[in-house]
């Protein structure tokens, strides 16, 4: 799944919200060791264009998931 996720973010990147959905959807499917490797590479790959997008949706991401311990 992480690989599929990493095609369709690379495939949606060229529209900034597209590319918050795509990674909303890749949060909610993954599981917890598959999304702290989608985290670094999209940093990687999209840190200096979607910076802003990557920080809120990872960090809702932590929030949601402490809360559903």
Not at 2 to 14: G, T
Not at 38 to 66: M, P, T
Request: hydrophobic share 45%; proline share 0%; glycine share 2%.
């Amino acid at each position: 799944m992480l690989e599929y996720f990493k095609v369709v973010l690379a495939k949606v990147s060229f529209d900034k919200t597209l590319f918050e959905k795509e990674l909303w959807k890749a949060l909610k499917n993954l599981m917890v060791n598959e999304v702290h490797e989608l985290r670094k590479w999209c940093y990687l790959k999209f840190g200096k264009k979607h910076n802003d997008v990557i920080e809120k949706c990872f960090a809702k991401f932590n929030k949601q998931s402490y809360l559903s311990i």
